[in-house]
Each structure stands twice: as structure tokens, then as C-alpha cells.
DNA sequence: CTGAAAGCGCTAACAG
DNA sequence: CTGTTAGCGCTTTCAG
């Protein structure tokens, strides 16, 4: 590919003596609604192509109102979770001829609104959300006719937007029935960040599992609630070890928040599964080669991701009729070897 | 923030019975310059925020040939090396003012030739890659005068362009040398891609290493070459496990190679470091918590991220002259548990 | 079958 | 201190 230096339909239709419009309108592949003669669409292609010919997306899109781009805003790309759905966007998204535009919100509400209004003054024509998810009310524009959006991963009850989610109930609830039947009576659950659907759900399929069980909610094992990084992980669970020397078993509400708690646990010299037991939320490769193969609730991600794109592209070109909604997509409980059996 | 919907400058102007130019001229900091009286500028700026006027970047780049937009070309953004690299990128950018176009090359030359022919068609102001590392010709336009760009991790000796890597050879020799004065002899190399710059720099590193301590250099313990993912690492141990029953250390070239290797290993009942002894290139947080905590070479990549988008934008906007050139950052040799004294 | 003209929204040169 | 004009590169009437 030699460096051809951008030309322009303009550059293109003075070399041959037609006017733009007949360029532009082969190079759009409408020469036969124009019955344009074999000749001049011949000769016009393949100048175009010796010179590498590429409307300018530009002025294209300042004309049709159409930017071919969709943005993508993700709380923290460095999250292995959330780079895997970065992952299959970009991937989908070049299929269909579409670029991606990313926006890193550093899960932060205002930087999440500052992206949507960039990425809105950039014409986007779609954007994949994953929303930092404790407001909404910038959101509140997408659910009229306006731009097309799909969410992925957080939700809110009160805006009926297409969504893309696992079913963190019942996965919380495996997963707590899973200690509870090994006997565990003493459940800490560190928590991602607190009000965001995700952590909600699964703090109920935690409650429920328990009330199945006939067991007393402790509100004090449940902690954490300020993010779903590493770090939270590791404080919470420094913090919960010195409180509660009770506690046999820690559901960590995202595999970040795992790593941090295994950080806290190997400072404490507690040892998984002998002196304490835990279970994570978001399966990943390395979860099974730990000290303790972990027992996870695995998030197909990849499929989140793929499904989040079509259901965007589905709103964009509109194949038939878009089908709005969205889908829940089941967990996978996966058993390893970090949960002690106590009974 | 309620969603206004968009206005421009023209609308601007002719609610207040001025011109567009006045209006842009406020609007872009030029009234000084241009001694628009304080009336009318007092009256645009007020209108333009109550309509929360922000300039069409797209009108506004096709003008000036400038889109406040850089380009980001990864091979694998699920590679949470790369995505910590990305998510420095993205940061680096919104704090000024630049959007970042992701393009995910898949470890394909010709796709990252495609997205780099994309991203100079969108004008983008300047780019980041992390090249495949195989092929360089599609670069040699930006020797040139040409578009801004910077290398990282990845670069190619007969392309002088800032980049951004680290010290492959020494990490490499680091890792080695420990292994040799570990006492192993029969050491294997987990290649990554074979052809890019960092593992013909890290197996020059293991090869020197072997050298100082006077050891034989075998061929045969040096394997892998196709990628740099987790398949490749899973595979290529297989295999040699059958092929080489005395090899006591492997030396994975990368995080994912490591993580293959790891999986081949629990499946053959090799426990590390008893039976096995494992060094990886490329820490990742994890690797602290395995089983047998995974000595590695640390790669410092939010740094590096962070310094491509300074060098970037050293070139996009020179504040004084622009330092070409780049960086060579050094490694971190971190020792855990994951090798075996036999000596 | 082809083209001229207008305009998307913005800015810069040239004029006052 | 302000405005007129032209043009970035493209598509789309409207008019042959």
C-alpha cells in the first residue's frame, strides 16, 4: 500500500472532465440507477482506485448526517472484564464499516455525561454504554426517538433502554447456596459499588439464598460498596478480618475486588480454603490456576459484547424492525477448589 | 444536563442579528483580539451556553484539517498488557481535549494496515500503535514529514520512529541468568510472535545469558513463535513436555504465554516449582497469588502508555521542538516461587 | 446519460 | 468593531 496522498472526487473528476457529481454518484455504486455509460464508470473507477481513492468521512459526514461511528464508554478498559466487551464492540463494529470511538468514564457519573456529549457533538451514530450506572438522568434523552444506544453489563429499573446483562441474581444465589450447603453459616459479600444494578441483584440472590436457608441476615458482612476495583477489595477485606474473626467464607463482587481480597488474605497469612473460603463473581482464565482454583460465577462476556453490537446495529440499520429489550444471559457456576466443606 | 439539541453557530447568529463569523470569533477566544465590544460578546456567550453550543467537530475538521482525534491500533485489547497501555491512552487524551479512535488489529498486518489507512482517512491528528511487528512497509509513509505517530511495545530497526518500549534483552537475561543460577541447564523458551521486536530481543537476552555461564545453546528448547496468546503457550508446552522429559524451566514470553503454559502444566500434574519451574515476561497481578507465585520480568505499562501520548502529542503540538527519538524503559525483575533452587 | 448549483457548519482572508 | 465572501469535500435536488 504506497502513500497515496488522499486525493478528492473533485481531483478525480477534473483529471477525467466529468463533473463531481457523476464521480461521486459511480463511486457510490449508483451508475446503473443513473445508466452512467460503461465508459466514463470505467475509467472513473479505476482512476479512483490507482489513486486510493476514500471519501473524506469528514465531509461526508457533515452532508449525510451520518458518521459511520458508534462510541464506546467504559467505567475502566483496564478491567479484563470490560476489555473483553471492548473487545467484540471493536471487532462488530469494523465488520459493519463502523469505527469505535472509546471513552474511558473512570466510573465517574460526570466524566460519563462529558463522554456522551462529546461523543453526540461527534455525531455518533450509536453508542454501547457501560454505564458507571448510579445516574441516569443524562440518559434520559435516549429514550425518546433520539440517538441509538444499547447498555451493557449496569441498568436502571426506571429507563426502559436496551440492555445487555447477565442474570446476577441467580448467579449470587448459586453462589451463596453453594457455601451455605458446605456448610458455611458466617458470609461476608464485599461488594462492588453500591446502587449500581449489578451489585443490587446480586446482594439479593445473596439475601434470598440466605432466607432459603432460614439463615439471619448479618448487615454488618455486608461491606465494601464504593467501586469494583482492586483496591476496595483489599481494604474491605483488611477491615472485615479484624472485625469479624467469625467470618468463614467472602463472595467478592467482581473479579478485581477477588484479587484485591486474595492480596489481603495472603498479608494475613489465611490460607483458601483451609482457613477461609471464597467465591468470585466474573470468571477469568487465571482464576483457575490459583493457589485455590477459585470457584467463580462465570459472565460471557464475549457474548455480551457481540450481542450489545447487534442489538445497537439492529437500532442504527434497521434490518426489519429493531427489536428493543435486550437479554439477560445466564451465569455459569463454575466449582473449583476454593470453598471448604465444613459440615 | 437537558438535552439541547445542538445548536450552530448560524442559529447563534441570527437570533442575535450578528454574524457567524462574530459569533466564532467569540466563540473560539478571538473577541479580544478581533476588540468585539463586550455587549455583543456577553450576549453570544450567553446564548451559546444556555444552548450548550458546542462546535460541529466535523464542519469544524474538514475547515481546518484538524480533528482533535488520535487514532489507537492494538493487537488485542482482551491482552490486559495492551489494555492497560489503552486505558493510559484514552486518559492521555481527554485531558487534551483529543477523542481516540480504537482500532484492534488482531495481530493482523493486514488489518493494522487497513486500520491505519482508516484512521488517515478520518484525519485523525496523530496515532498510537502497537504494531504486529512482522512487516513495517505500510509505516514508511510516516517517516516522513507525514502524520504523528508512536510506536509501543512493538518496533522495527530499519524504521526510525519514536517509540516506546522496554529493555527486552536485559529483562530476558535477568530472568535467565536467575533460572541458570537456580541451577538449571535444560531451560525452554515460550516464544511470543517470532519476527517482533520484543522476542527476538528477549531470545537474544536468554541466548546471552546461556553464553555467559558457558552453557550449550540447544535449538530444540526454544519453541512456540506463532502468537503471543494463551492457545500458543497451552500447545507449545504440551508439546514439548512429550518431546523434552528433562527440561526443568520454562521462560514464558509473555502473560498470556504463561497462562497457556500454566493450564498445560495442571493438566500433565506438574506442580510448580517441584516438578517445573516457570518465569513469565509481563507481570500482571495475578500472577502473585498462583499456586506457586510466578517470578516475572515486570513491564511498566501504564508508564509506557502514558509516555506514548506525551510523545504524541509532542509532535501533534510541539511545544517547543518536538523530542523525537522515544524511550527504552527499564524492566523489573520480581522473584517469587515459581522456580526451583536444584543446586 | 450528465451537470450546475446549493448547502451541510465552520473559519480565514479581505474589506471596511 | 463587524461583515462579506469563499471554500473545506461531499451529496442531492433540479434541470437538461
Same mark, same amino acid.
Do not use: W
Given at each position: 500500500?504506497?502513500?497515496?496522498?488522499?486525493?478528492?472526487?473533485?481531483?478525480i473528476a477534473e483529471q477525467l472532465h466529468v463533473s463531481e457529481t457523476t464521480v461521486s454518484r459511480i463511486l457510490s455504486g449508483q451508475a446503473a440507477r443513473y445508466r452512467i455509460s460503461k465508459k466514463t464508470e470505467h475509467a472513473v473507477s479505476q482512476l479512483a482506485r490507482a489513486h486510493n481513492f476514500v471519501p473524506n468521512?469528514?465531509?461526508r459526514g457533515l452532508r449525510l448526517k451520518k458518521t459511520l461511528s458508534v462510541g464506546l464508554v467504559i467505567p475502566d478498559i483496564s478491567?479484563?472484564?470490560?476489555?473483553?466487551?471492548?473487545?467484540?464492540?471493536?471487532?462488530?463494529?469494523r465488520k459493519r464499516g463502523y469505527s469505535v470511538i472509546l471513552c474511558d468514564s473512570?466510573?465517574?457519573?460526570?466524566?460519563?455525561?462529558?463522554?456522551?456529549?462529546?461523543?453526540?457533538?461527534?455525531?455518533?451514530?450509536?453508542?454501547?454504554?457501560?454505564?458507571?450506572?448510579?445516574?441516569?438522568?443524562?440518559?434520559?434523552?435516549?429514550?425518546?426517538?433520539?440517538?441509538?444506544?444499547?447498555?451493557?453489563?449496569?441498568?436502571?429499573?426506571?429507563?426502559?433502554l436496551p440492555y445487555v446483562g447477565v442474570d446476577n441474581l441467580t448467579g449470587a444465589k448459586d453462589a451463596t447456596r453453594h457455601l451455605i450447603e458446605n456448610g458455611h453459616r458466617h458470609i461476608s459479600c464485599l461488594q462492588g459499588l453500591r446502587g449500581t444494578? /449489578?451489585?443490587?441483584?446480586?446482594?439479593?440472590?445473596?439475601?434470598?439464598? #440466605?432466607?432459603?436457608?432460614?439463615? &439471619?441476615?448479618? $448487615?454488618? *458482612?455486608i461491606v465494601g460498596g464504593d467501586s469494583y476495583g482492586e483496591a476496595s477489595g483489599y481494604i474491605e477485606t483488611k477491615f472485615l478480618l479484624q472485625a469479624r474473626k467469625d467470618v468463614t467464607a467472602l463472595l467478592a463482587f467482581g473479579n478485581l475486588i477477588a484479587l484485591g481480597a486474595l492480596r489481603a488474605l495472603a498479608e494475613e497469612k489465611l490460607r483458601i480454603p483451609e482457613d477461609i473460603s471464597i467465591i468470585s463473581f466474573d470468571n477469568q482464565p487465571y482464576l483457575a490456576h490459583l493457589a485455590a482454583p477459585m470457584t467463580t460465577v462465570d459472565q /460471557?462476556?464475549?457474548?455480551?459484547?457481540?450481542?450489545?453490537?447487534?442489538? #445497537?446495529?439492529?437500532?442504527?440499520? &434497521?434490518?426489519? $424492525?429493531? *427489536?428493543k429489550g435486550g437479554a439477560l444471559l445466564p451465569t455459569n457456576f463454575i466449582i473449583r477448589r476454593s470453598v471448604r466443606k465444613l459440615c
Open positions: 500500500m504506497p502513500t497515496t496522498p488522499l486525493t478528492t472526487l473533485k481531483r468521512p469528514l465531509a478491567n479484563p472484564f470490560f476489555a473483553g466487551i471492548a473487545r467484540e464492540v471493536a471487532l462488530g463494529a473512570q466510573d465517574d457519573t460526570g466524566l460519563e455525561a462529558q463522554s456522551i456529549a462529546l461523543l453526540r457533538s461527534r455525531r455518533v451514530d450509536g453508542i454501547v454504554l457501560c454505564p458507571v450506572g448510579l445516574a441516569s438522568d443524562h440518559l434520559r434523552e435516549f429514550t425518546e426517538n433520539g440517538l441509538p444506544i444499547v447498555l451493557v453489563d449496569r441498568c436502571f429499573s426506571d429507563l426502559p444494578s /449489578p451489585n443490587e441483584s446480586r446482594l439479593r440472590g445473596y439475601i434470598e439464598a #440466605l432466607a432459603e436457608h432460614h439463615l &439471619p441476615l448479618d $448487615r454488618s *458482612l /460471557p462476556y464475549a457474548e455480551m459484547g457481540q450481542l450489545a453490537v447487534t442489538l #445497537l446495529f439492529d437500532q442504527v440499520q &434497521p434490518p426489519g $424492525r429493531a *427489536l
